[in-house]
Every structure is written in structure tokens, then in C-alpha cells.
């Protein structure tokens, strides 16, 4: 009996020493995001801790012209002190079979510099009238005219 007075009391000590402690009143209510790019005003933004990217891009005044959102998730809810990163449209220059140079037309996913040689072959004899006149240059078949057929003009 005595052990357990002993026990209970220390008990009742531990409990009334120890009290609870509301953490909310210490958890953060904003974030702060860095935005850049393609993007109207770029900077820090404090704001809402549930903030997502499209909360976030309307207080940076939205995106410029050629921004590229395809791959931003505009629901996400970024972590505090995050980047975000508005990427441009990149814009090609297409290459023209009837006046490029043997090195721009050896630029071209899988042409090298003897298909390249060809094609300035070829149209010197007879300029190209059509993209898919190319075929007809030795070396440059129907998978090679698919990989190169949007980055090439007349």
C-alpha cells in the first residue's frame, strides 16, 4: 500500500508539472514563393501557406505572351521557399532545302554531312518544289523525312 501512495503520488506530480502546448499559435500562415521567367512581374510573394501555382502567378499579374504553361500544374501547392519557373515558347528557325548550307542541313537529326552534300547536290541540278521531294535524295527515307519534316522549308 505504501508503494502505491508512492507511485500515485509522483504520478500526480509528473501530470500537474507538465502542460499542453497549442503548436498552431507557432505554424506559419504564408509562404514565400520566387517566381521567374516568362512572367509579368517576377520577384518574392508572400503568400497564403494553401497558395497554389495559379493563386501564385494571378499576384505575380500572370504570364507574359510566350510563356509556356503546358507543363506547369496549376493546382500544385508549392513548398515554402520554393522556385517557380515560367519557361518561354522556344521559337525554330526552319531550315530551307533550297538555299541552307551544307552545315545548317547537317544540323538536322539524322542528316550527316554526306546526305547534306546530296541535298545540295540535288538542288543544284533541280531546286526542291516540295518538302517531300527530299525523299528523293539517296539516304533520306520515310522515317528520316518524319523526324526532319517540321523543321524544314522551302
Known sequence: ???MMVVLFFVLLLC???QFVDMSQYESKTKSI???GAIQAPGVYEVDVHASVEDILKKAQGCLDNADTSSLNLSLDLPDESVLVIP???ETALISINSASEEELDSLPGVGPAIAKRIVAYRMEKPFQSLEEIKEVK???DAMYAKIQNMICL
Open 139 to 141: 539516304g533520306i527515307g
Open 34 to 36: 520566387e517566381v521567374k
Open 16 to 18: 500537474s508539472r507538465y
Open 88 to 90: 518561354e515558347i522556344k
Open 1 to 3: 500500500m505504501k508503494k
